[in-house]
């Protein structure tokens, strides 16, 4: 019989995948102790009865984070200012998960990324947790269905549809190479003050949001526009001016970690589509930059 202690190995994997279907580190760590608490609650004959509890937990922490995702629309209405899921770095555990075939390795690093992340708060919970499983992790659908309670049929059309608003998302993001360039760009300029370099990386229609969870300041608002968005960074920096903004590799690309007093402040995350800026993120919220301290 497998008992609580014999599992704790599925853990580091149960939190790859809550994290990438609710989007913070601390919502991922609820769902996944939700999910031994249910089978700490099992009687000994009905842990006996499962065949594979790994294959138990994951299912159980499916659902969980179904629930979970049911009532984040309410939650996010209650959210002070703007809400973006929580940037990780790469060597955190929730980035890394075995992939179900190395030529998924991309997606996997990619599924991390603050732009998929966004892509995926605009899926229903039901094509969000089937795109995880499938796409992501490589489920089979047989089993995908026995985890949301859906046909397999049902769920080959979530994913579908899931997978449609993904590849709108991701159509006309940069290549890396490209994005880092324009990214090492952007940073020069914000560091020499100059608005017309700034301005010159941004797209015409760029939009930046911050998210300070209503514990730092932030704003409540996306700023949008090169012009008001290249004022707001150059704002920002000169109201602090003893902060270090330091090159980050993230999982969208080159970003930032902003230090001042040897504390993070805020970690930067950059959009980039058509050969400009398109997304500037900047995280502010200190319960979701604890992995970065």
Known sequence: MEVLSDLAGERSGLMALAYRMLGTVADAEDAVQETYVRWYRLSEDERAAVENPAAWLTRVASRVCLDVLGSARVRREQYVGEWLPEPVPAASPVAAAAPPDPLDRVTLDDSVSTALLIVLEALTPAQRVVFVLH??????????????????????????????????????????????????????????????????????????????????????????????????????????????MSPIQTADGLGFIVHDAGIVEAVITVGVADAAVTDVWIMRNPDKLTAWE
């Open 135 to 244: 796409d992501v992790f490589g489920m089979p659908f047989d089993e995908v269905a026995e985890a949301v309670g859906r046909t397999p049929a049902a769920c080959r059309q979530l994913a579908t549809a899931a997978r449609r608003h993904v590849r709108d998302g991701r159509a006309r993001r940069a290549s890396r190479a490209l994005h880092d360039q324009l990214v090492a760009a952007f940073a020069d300029a914000c560091a020499t003050g100059d608005l017309d370099a700034l301005t010159t990386v941004l797209a015409p229609d760029v939009e930046l949001r911050s998210d300070g969870g209503g514990k730092v300041s932030a704003a409540r608002r996306p700023v949008r526009g090169a012009d008001d968005v290249g004022r707001f960074l150059l704002g920002l920096i000169r109201q602090r001016p003893e902060a270090t």
